[in-house]
């Protein structure tokens, strides 16, 4: 991802804070616009409808008028590509944005360029018989280090060409995307990076994934993804703290909950950094990553029951599905299968823990304490997280027998099977419990 810090001047902040508040704004006019509809009603209007009414807008009200028509049309289309990819994105139906938690626009590059076909020969418009003319964002280097870009109404803002290698060019899109963050301004590039080349082996990594160690890879090492040091805790604990005694509404208090959250960002961009860097040397060194199917949503879903029926160890649970977040799991996987695309795969976890990856046996015996696995067939001995690495790389996990009976004078328990049965996964020659 092509993605800078931006350090516009105070004013151009100023302008740019103005341009978050119109897309915002008109993002949330569409979003309710949406919620509106329901079966019976007539349909919500679409982009071409929507861009017609903000012209509308635009004239009778002088606030939004006073703003940048593009940055305002480029929030509707926002939002119309966010609807209609609502099922495929993975962030469902768009949701209201709110200040100073989403602040950002988007700008359209105002340069014209005319566009090639992947073969390298001009696209031309039926139509009119001329070669199509794209749009291009203004881009201008100043040294090695900084670049400048143009942004309506705020004329020339430079942002730091930051990243080695790849970021040492300037990048070539057609749009870009302005964000501010925990007091940060960054500039994104539309550009879909190429995927990392493949080393050109068939070698094959299972990655499994846990809290204790964030990634054990099946070659025995074991990687973990930076979180914030104690100090750094200790930290936050303090500005949370002076923040809850401070008068309510007092800049005081402002500025210690700002300071959190500075913390907090800079947890966030440790993480990020790893997993970037974590996925682009799986999809450079192996030829096929495996990592077992994890659903995180459901694993991170709140011990806190209803009112009726509170859950127990709720604390526990939260604390929990704070550390699994803070592994970044799901970034992880995300960031390899855009890196290695066709050569990432997700392996069923159920017993990857459990099985012995020398002789296939699966046992709950066989792992006594959280690191250690001992197998109690053949005795293999191996770091638990390596052990169920290897399972993942392997591609298989194992399919649990429950035992007929349950000891003397037991009683069989139900399994809620019917005896009608779908076909069921291939029995791969893993000893029966
Ligand atoms: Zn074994």
């Not at 302008?15 to 508040?21: D, E, F, S, V, Y």
């Not at 949406?34 to 349909?43: K, N, Q």
């Not at 001992?374 to 293999?380: A, R, T």
Request: net charge positive; glycine share 10%; charged share 25%.
């Amino acid at each position: 991802m092509s993605r800078f810090r931006m350090y516009p001047s105070l004013a151009q902040a100023e302008r740019m804070l103005t341009h978050c508040a119109h897309a915002r704004y008109v993002w949330n006019l569409a979003v309710e616009q949406h919620a509106y509809w329901m079966p019976g009603r007539r349909s919500a209007p679409g982009f071409a409808e929507q861009c017609r009414q903000l012209t509308e807008v635009r004239r009778e009200n002088e606030w939004l008028g006073s703003g940048n028509a593009d940055v305002q049309q480029q929030a509707l289309k926002d939002f119309a590509r966010a609807k209609s990819s609502r099922f495929t994105s993975g962030f469902g139906e768009p949701t209201w944005r709110r200040k100073h938690v989403h602040e950002g626009f988007r700008v359209i590059g105002t340069d014209r360029v005319p566009e090639y076909h992947v073969d390298g020969s001009p696209k031309v418009n039926a139509k009119t018989g001329r070669q199509v003319m794209g749009r291009s964002v203004v881009v201008q280097r100043l040294n090695r280090r900084w670049a400048q870009v143009k942004v309506p109404g705020c004329g020339w803002v430079r942002f730091r060409l930051s990243a080695k290698g790849n970021g040492a060019q300037l990048p070539e899109a057609k749009t870009f995307r302005v964000t501010f963050r925990n007091g940060q301004w960054h500039i994104a590039f539309a550009v879909i990076p190429d995927p990392v080349p493949a080393p050109g082996t068939d070698t094959v990594i299972g990655v499994d994934r846990g809290v204790t160690i964030t990634a054990a890879l099946s070659d025995g090492r074991r990687l973990n993804c930076p979180q914030l040091t104690v100090k750094e805790r200790a930290r936050i604990r303090k500005h949370q703290r002076r923040a809850a005694r401070a008068p309510k509404g007092s800049p005081a208090k402002a500025a210690e909950r700002a300071k959190v959250a500075g913390l907090r960002a800079r947890e966030a961009n440790r993480r990020k950094d790893w997993c970037e860097k974590t996925s682009t040397m799986l999809a450079r060194s192996y030829g096929l990553i495996r990592f077992e199917k994890l659903n995180i949503k459901t694993m991170t879903r709140s011990a806190k029951g209803t009112v009726e029926q509170p859950g127990s160890g709720v604390a526990q649970k939260s604390g929990l599905n704070r550390a699994i977040l803070a592994q970044g799991w799901g970034l992880l996987r995300q960031r390899t299968g855009h890196k290695a695309p066709g050569r990432v795969e997700d392996v069923p976890a159920p017993y990857t823990s459990l099985r012995c990856s020398a002789c296939g046996w699966i046992d709950k015996n066989s792992r006594k304490s959280q690191a250690g696995f001992v197998c109690s067939s053949c005795g293999f001995t191996c770091n638990a997280d390596t052990n169920a690495s290897i399972n993942v790389a392997a591609g298989q996990g194992g399919i649990f027998r429950p035992r007929r009976t349950a000891g003397a004078g037991g009683t069989t328990p139900p399994n809620h099977r019917s005896s009608v049965r779908e076909p069921q996964p291939i029995w791969v020659g893993i000893p029966l419990f």
